[in-house]
């Protein structure tokens, strides 16, 4: 990066790009209903999706969140649409065999057919394209695992890939950074934003009531198994109840905020692009992600006008110029090119992981959860939403594999993830080492 390069562009915002489209909507307070048949707490896509299939099936429902509807991870992430877990296919056959990885990789796919399926279905604008997945290799090492991997997924699972190298890599990501990586024709992205404006305006309209600005303080279960809501608002009496807050599970809910691990995810969007320039990096509208562990995401901005880079999950910063800083600093050492070209937005949210790496779904003391997603959120909280809809419901297609799994937890945690650069400082370590 030269010296006098302007580091922000001067239209520069510390929001999520995708809040120019898709800016998070103020609904006016509505009066606390006295009961309810299903309150749910968290207005993401994992609230909504549950919302929306619980008030076609005649509930009542309300959704209370502490702040606008959707200011969370739901309206902040990267908006890729995959079928990854961080427990690679291979491993789960190693250790469990073909059956568990089968079901569980097989519920990976229908969690991405639940984003594809509920676009059409409820006819979402939000740009929502099966444009193909770009998984690149730093080293030789990474590039013959991921063949492994992907040759096992194909065997086993029918997913198609191709292996890329030299020119062929070339045509898909104008870097020299990777020394290959594969491509996975079927996955997808999304404009995040608009997805969930989508479902909001869906489940509005079903007569889900939205309780924006109403945080809820505690859940407490009643007489006869009712779940009293004490929100900062006043209490509300539900026959059910759904905690569907991820990263931002508070204290209200402590045994579940001591088995969430909340972390910081990062993004940057580039100033608008040379249309050359942006060919020339990024050939096609696909998304590209590394082979670390702690991942880079690199993708177009759905109009295809510029660079959105995710990066440095678990940085310890959340000031904007400080994201920019270090998020640019990533981007120029996989785009030199990029090294004068100003940032208009650097943002921040907040995910959340799990002690095994795996997303949870179940019940506890009275309450319904769906959390922990571990880097796949859209896909997961669609899917898991549905799922903790029909439980409620008792309805027959409620069941998961994710439901066998206990939620652990650690008995020196107590919610308070300050551990988390260090662990992703340890895993970059690792993943240098791997090399």
Same mark, same amino acid.
């Given at each position: ?49 549950a919302a929306l299939r619980l008030a076609r099936a005649g509930r009542s429902v309300a959704v209370f969140d502490a702040g606008d509807p959707g200011i969370g991870a739901s309206s902040r992430n990267a908006g ?194 040379p249309q050359a320039l942006l060919d020339r990096l990024l050939p096609r509208q696909r998304t590209y992600i590394d082979c670390n562990f702690n991942v880079d995401a690199i993708r177009r901005s759905p109009d ?6 995710? !990066? ?9 110029? +400080?994201? *920019?800083?270090? &998020?640019? /600093? $990533?981007?120029? %050492? ?42 796949? !959120? ?9 799922? +903790?809809? *029909?439980?409620? &419901?008792? /309805? $027959?297609?409620? %069941? ?36």
């Amino acid at each position: 990066m030269t010296t006098d390069a302007p580091l922000l562009a001067p239209d520069f915002r510390g929001d999520p790009y995708w809040w120019d489209a898709a800016p998070r909507p103020f609904i006016q307070p509505l009066p606390l209903p006295p009961r309810i048949d299903v309150a749910i707490v968290g207005s993401g896509i994992t609230g909504l999706s549950a919302a929306l299939r619980l008030a076609r099936a005649g509930r009542s429902v309300a959704v209370f969140d502490a702040g606008d509807p959707g200011i969370g991870a739901s309206s902040r992430n990267a908006g890729f649409v995959g079928r990854t877990l961080k427990h690679e296919f291979g491993d789960i056959l190693d250790r469990f065999g073909l059956e568990r990885a089968r079901a569980v990789y097989g519920e990976m796919q229908a969690a991405f057919d639940a984003v594809t399926e509920t676009v059409a279905a409820e006819r979402i604008d939000c740009h929502l394209a099966i444009c193909g997945r770009v998984m690149a290799a730093r080293t030789p090492r990474q590039y013959e695992a991921l063949a492994r991997e992907l040759e096992l997924r194909r065997r086993h699972l029918g997913n198609d890939f191709a292996m890329l190298r030299g020119e062929e890599l070339r045509r898909e990501i104008g870097s020299d950074s990777f020394v290959g990586g594969a491509l996975l024709p079927d996955l997808g992205s999304l404009h995040p934003g608009l997805y969930h404006l989508g479902l909001l305006d869906r489940a509005r309209e079903a007569g889900v009531a939205i309780h924006g600005r109403t945080a809820v303080v505690a859940l407490a279960t009643r007489r006869r198994g009712e779940i009293g809501v004490h929100t900062e608002r006043g209490i509300v009496i539900a026959r059910d109840a759904l905690v569907a807050t991820n990263g931002y599970t508070g204290r209200a809910m402590p045994w579940l905020r001591r088995r969430v691990i909340p972390f910081n995810a990062f993004m940057i969007a580039t100033a608008p692009l040379p249309q050359a320039l942006l060919d020339r990096l990024l050939p096609r509208q696909r998304t590209y992600i590394d082979c670390n562990f702690n991942v880079d995401a690199i993708r177009r901005s759905p109009d295809g006008t510029r660079i959105l880079y995710c !990066g440095r999950t678990g940085l310890n910063v959340s000031e904007p110029h +400080a994201i *920019a800083r270090r &998020l640019k /600093a $990533a981007l120029v %050492a996989i785009f030199p090119e990029l090294a004068d070209v100003p940032l208009s937005h650097a943002w921040t949210g907040r995910c959340a992981g799990t002690f095994d790496l795996y997303p949870h779904i179940g019940e506890q003391a009275g309450l319904h959860y769906a959390m922990g997603y571990c880097f796949a !959120g859209v896909p997961m909280g669609t899917y898991l939403g549905r799922k +903790a809809a *029909a439980k409620i &419901l008792g /309805a $027959a297609d409620g %069941a998961t594999i994710f439901d066998a799994l206990p939620f652990p937890s650690h008995f020196l945690y107590s919610g308070n993830p300050w551990f988390v650069p260090l662990a992703m400082r340890f895993y970059d370590w690792k993943d240098r080492r791997a090399a």
